[in-house]
């Protein structure tokens, strides 16, 4: 049976540009500086640079501004949709460059893979070609922090199925041998163990080292949960002897891809948002120049419309090429002015962070943090929370005493013994440094750790104490323990 009703919603939808700008605003300069490529380069009614004086277009010139989504030559009148709404001509130039800015610009390194490395030095060795293929293959299944976390019985198979080559388990582990070999020292290693192991073998010999090369191969657990006193009964050792023998394993590296960030890539260079500077007493706040690029809208596009206005003959292909260059005048103003407000909201955002740390900024005293939330940007500003989210994940300021991560200066508070709201990194600077000055021998627990911060005015249980430590990767009493 039919039955008809009304219903009533409430719905909230973003526009392609609401989107657009919401990602924008969440890109950090260097990412910023690509979407702006990408853009130049998918939108060619879109320049960057400095707008040609001589071919500047008056704004009654200028392309108008309408919806065109799902536009069909044949539905529209063309000479109405182009004269819809008059653009003034700045609307579509974005030109934010000071005469004081300077251009500057930082030298990217180019460089080798870690992967294409370890080729190069094992095309230093005389193998069969079977051989080389086999080597390639176990040095492309390294992963980036140079460990071969797979099973050879596994690389057996993949070798047999996708190389087309059959070789046996002693063979693997034969030239696995070779691929250890190569540079940094304990590449190609299964485990943390063996990896250690063969950086030692590569060391010069001493008693050190191969009383360190015994407590590895023989004692392994007891070293990583530093049971010094089972190590010192089982090797019949002094102490000196198992300490300095502890400190040729500490030199090691435990991830030896480490150096090659990202396997693959090269360092990033922080490059940050913003500068704070300090200007006869007060705090001065600077955008970086490259968050504020200078573009402009194609004024040969916008010849292309005048002339296709001032044409008589106006045939159906003429009208499909216009339809295409008025979506893409749209796009690009759309991109413009997201680009303005994108300026406009990390000024916003960074200014009130700023004005709400304005003891921290002029001091550089870590301890002048303000206890300090999303929300409170988010209620001084008149914008959501994660907007400001995004502004403080991703952006990176540069202080008179460093560049510093936004999201650094977040921080929940908890109040001390006299009822005072403090922030909670300034507990876990007061925790770390209480860390550094125990005694190593015998390293605090949590329970006297908390004792500890709450004779110093902070009354923070035992689970709040393990809390912090872990959030600032220390590890537990047991595991700081130092012969």
Not at 332 to 352: S, Y
Request: charged content about 30%; proline content about 4%; some cysteine.
């Amino acid at each position: 049976m039919l039955k008809q009703s009304l219903n009533f919603k409430l719905l909230q939808k973003l526009s392609p540009q609401q989107i657009q700008l919401m990602k924008l605003i969440q890109l950090p300069t260097q990412a910023f500086e690509q979407k702006l490529k990408q853009e130049l380069e998918e939108n060619p009614a879109l320049e960057g640079g400095k707008e040609n004086i001589e071919d500047y277009t008056s704004p009654e010139e200028e392309y108008d501004d309408s919806g065109n989504e799902n536009i069909n030559a044949e539905d529209i009148n063309i000479d109405e949709y182009l004269s819809d709404d008059e653009i003034p001509s700045y609307k579509t130039q974005a030109n934010n460059y000071s005469p004081d800015d300077e251009d500057k610009q930082i030298p990217y390194a180019s460089g080798t893979s870690f992967t294409q490395t370890l080729k190069n030095q094992i095309n230093t060795f005389r193998l069969t070609e079977e051989e080389e293929l086999i080597t390639n293959f176990l040095i492309g299944s390294i992963d980036e922090s140079g460990y071969l976390r797979r099973d050879l019985l596994d690389i057996l198979d993949d070798l047999a199925f996708t190389q087309n080559l059959f070789t046996t388990i002693e063979e693997l582990e034969r030239l696995l041998k070779l691929v250890q070999q190569l540079d940094p020292p304990g590449v190609g290693a299964r485990d943390l163990k063996e990896c250690l192991i063969i950086q030692l073998h590569r060391k010069p010999e001493n008693a050190s080292r191969h009383l360190a090369i015994n407590i590895l191969e023989n004692s392994f657990d007891h070293f990583v949960k530093k049971h010094y006193a089972k190590l010192l009964l089982k090797f019949h050792v002094s102490e000196d002897e198992l300490k300095t023998a502890i400190k040729e394993i500490e030199k090691l590296n435990p991830k030896p891809g480490g150096s090659y960030v990202g396997n693959n890539k090269i360092a990033e260079q922080i490059v940050p948002d913003f500068t704070i500077r300090i200007v006869e007493g007060e705090l001065e706040l600077v955008l970086n120049s490259r968050n504020a690029p200078e573009l402009h809208i194609s004024n040969e596009y916008n010849n292309l419309l005048k002339g296709y206005k001032d044409s008589k003959n106006k045939t159906k292909s003429q009208k499909d090429a216009v339809i295409f260059i008025k979506q893409k005048l749209d796009a690009a103003k759309w991109f413009i002015d997201a680009i303005k407000q994108r300026q406009q909201t990390l000024l916003l955002n960074m200014n009130a962070i700023m004005q709400y740390q304005k003891e921290y900024f002029l001091s550089g005293d870590e301890r002048k943090l303000k206890p300090m939330i999303l929300k409170d940007i988010a209620d001084i500003i008149q914008m959501d929370v994660s907007t400001v989210s995004r502004v403080a994940s991703s952006k990176y300021v540069t202080t008179p005493y460093g560049t510093k991560l936004i999201k650094d200066f977040f921080s929940e508070s908890m109040k001390n013994d006299q009822g005072e709201d403090v922030s909670t990194k300034e507990i876990k600077n007061i925790l770390e440094n209480v860390i550094k000055e125990e005694n190593k021998k015998k390293p605090l627990t949590d329970d006297k750790l908390s004792v500890i911060l709450k004779d110093k005015g902070y009354p923070i249980a035992r689970r709040t104490v393990a809390k912090y430590r872990e959030q600032l990767d220390i590890p537990v009493a047991r595991l700081r323990k130092k012969i």
